[in-house]
């Protein structure tokens, strides 16, 4: 095996410098090109460590490159066949609700590169990763809806309508908060759920990928969260206002839509009736209440104050049109 050459192994900030808290529009290169101020002007408008940089997110980025893998090779899709119908008309109903917010999650990072100076290589770099990582998730959850040739089933305007107020946001920050810390941060949770109630092998692999990619997106969202919030607390104050901003593109929103809902108390519970389908929905119930619980940790472990965390938590669940 070639000897490994990791940012770690070169020192890369002792090499480049320590990312600048500040630098102007210029340049198209990593720090310590240009001396200060200098090179060809950019439309760059992502210019301050404080709103892109997470503690460790060099090591991020090495784990993405470890712990990528191949939606055609690395699910055991043989293992999906043969899902009672009930249960794959649920799964197919979660999964088409989910691959709508999987766009979302693969266009923002995708759309913010670019404007985000080269100075912050390497928070950048880990974007790169989170794109290659949505990317492959739209791709694998479409390929299991069509598994059995069930398909998408149902839409969700509310949920689009939401997304579209993400889609649109124009500060990085303020995306970044809205998708890597409250949604996918739900999407982690999610996962984990997903993963304890799944109807085959396939999809629990699926799942069990997709969460640890997922843990990634949020440690980085955190910690980027937690340097800004050090850096300036009042920014807390945009955060809560970016939520309330996004309510007003969401119409007729109350959470995670009916049919969703039911189709996951669908697979908890093993069936669409009876005894099955109570036990299902007490741990649907008891998932909901879990969503709100680590949401709020995650704030607090962020920054925020206890019951300002909470009631961004409330918001969310208003806003998302999803509750993720």
Request: glycine content about 8%; hydrophobic content about 45%; overall charge negative.
């Amino acid at each position: 095996m070639a000897p490994s050459q990791t940012f770690g192994d070169l020192a890369l900030s002792r090499l480049l410098g320590a990312p600048p808290a500040q630098v102007a529009p210029r340049g198209l290169a990593p720090r310590g090109l240009y001396p200060e101020g200098e090179g060809v002007p950019h439309d760059f408008q992502v210019l301050e460590r404080a709103l892109v940089w997470a503690e460790g997110v060099e090591r991020l980025y090495e784990q993405a490159k470890e712990r990528q893998w191949n939606a055609s090779v690395d699910i055991p899709w043989d293992l999906g066949r043969g899902v009672p119908e009930p249960l794959e008309r649920a799964l197919c109903t979660v999964l088409t609700w989910m691959v709508q917010q999987e766009f979302a999650a693969w266009y923002v990072p995708a759309k913010f590169l670019p404007r985000i100076h080269p100075s912050y290589l390497e928070p950048a770099l880990f974007l790169s990763t989170q794109v290659l990582d949505e990317a492959r998730h739209v791709e694998a959850f479409t390929k299991r809806l069509f598994l059995n040739g069930v398909g998408f089933v149902g839409t969700y305007p509310a949920t689009e309508s939401s997304l579209r107020g993400l889609l649109q946001q124009e500060a990085f920050d303020k995306a970044s908060f809205l998708l890597h810390v409250l949604g996918e941060g739900t999407f982690l949770d999610l996962f984990a759920f997903l993963r304890r109630i799944a109807p085959d092998e396939a999809s629990r692999a699926l799942f069990i990928r997709s969460h640890e990619d997922e843990a990634r997106h949020v440690a980085y969202g955190t910690g980027r969260l937690r340097v800004q919030l050090q850096h300036d607390p009042r920014a807390i104050d945009r955060f809560v206002e970016a939520l309330e901003e996004r309510i007003s593109f969401a119409q007729e929103v109350s959470g995670i839509p009916p049919a969703v809902q039911e189709a996951l108390v669908v697979l908890a519970g093993g069936g669409e009736r009876g005894l099955a389908f109570a036990r299902g929905l007490q741990q649907v119930q008891e998932f909901q209440r879990e969503l709100h619980e680590n949401r709020v940790r995650r704030l607090m472990g962020s920054g925020f104050p206890e019951a300002v965390a909470r009631h961004i938590s409330d918001l969310h669940a208003r806003a998302s049109g999803n509750a993720m």
